[in-house]
């Protein structure tokens, strides 16, 4: 997300285009459909060239959720 940040302040679009689909696959992988969802719908917003800071805290959020969720290795 802090990548994703830094590239819609820099307007770097082709670097959150790439970031926001490696999150697509990575979501895809780990069945994370909720985060897969927000991750498309981040992916269509940065075609546009639109501004995406309210998507990328959703898409925080959904990943603290999912980490939350994984447990620790003793």
Do not use: F, M
């Amino acid at each position: 997300a802090d990548h994703l940040r830094i590239n819609c302040r820099d307007e770097d679009w082709a670097s959150a285009k790439r970031a926001a689909h490696t999150l697509i696959g990575v979501a895809g992988s780990l069945s994370a459909d909720e985060l897969h969802a927000k991750a498309v719908e981040l992916q269509a917003t940065i075609l546009l060239r639109e501004n995406y800071e309210d998507q990328l805290e959703e898409i925080a959020a959904e990943i603290e959720r999912i980490v939350i969720c994984i447990p620790d290795e003793e």
